[in-house]
């Protein structure tokens, strides 16, 4: 079985969304409550750096960045979102698909990759360390999801290769 990281296109988005769904019925993967439709994602993304991880003609995990912000100061740095199918967790898919978020991250000239991961996602914190994120912040509940006070871990990570100058 080989599994394969390539550009993620709206006719991914079924496996897509129903990856997001479970992530977000796990209640540590993000404040949202319920999946956007297409355009809304789409919309909301950069048009750079959308991956997905298919495994046997089937995708298991997906990935991608969003700008933190309009203001041309930043327009360097993108939030970074990754999601993998529950079964497929632990087997190296998310270390893959982030691997290759980075390439595309530094080919788009993103210099700063950010992430805000709740406290308890142990998996997703882990994962970030493992590519290269760094903590740089810890937000005492930040949010409320559903009658629970949520912390977030700030991590972020620095290219090597993209605004060193």
């Not at 997703?124 to 409320?144: A, D, P, Q, W």
Request: net charge positive; proline share 2%; hydrophobic share 40%.
């Amino acid at each position: 079985m080989t599994l394969s990281i390539r550009p993620l296109v709206s006719k991914d988005w079924v496996a897509v969304k129903n990856i997001y769904e479970l992530g977000i019925a796990t209640g540590f993967a993000t404040f949202e409550t319920t999946a956007p439709n297409w355009e809304q994602w789409n919309n909301n993304h950069l048009s750079f750096g959308r991956l997905v991880a298919v495994l046997e003609n089937e995708v298991i995990g997906w990935a991608a960045l969003t700008a933190v912000s309009n203001r041309c100061i930043y327009q360097g740095v993108a939030e970074v979102s990754i999601y993998v199918h529950p079964n497929h967790g632990g087997k190296g898919v998310g270390q893959l698909l982030m691997k290759k978020l980075i390439f595309e991250s530094e080919k788009n000239d993103i210099w700063t990759l950010h992430a805000s991961i709740f406290s308890e996602n142990i998996g997703s914190i882990t994962l970030h360390k493992k590519v290269g994120f760094r903590m740089i912040g810890y937000r005492e509940k930040i949010g409320n999801l559903k009658g629970v006070w949520k912390d977030n871990v700030l991590m972020e990570r620095r290219s090597r290769v993209v605004g060193i100058d």
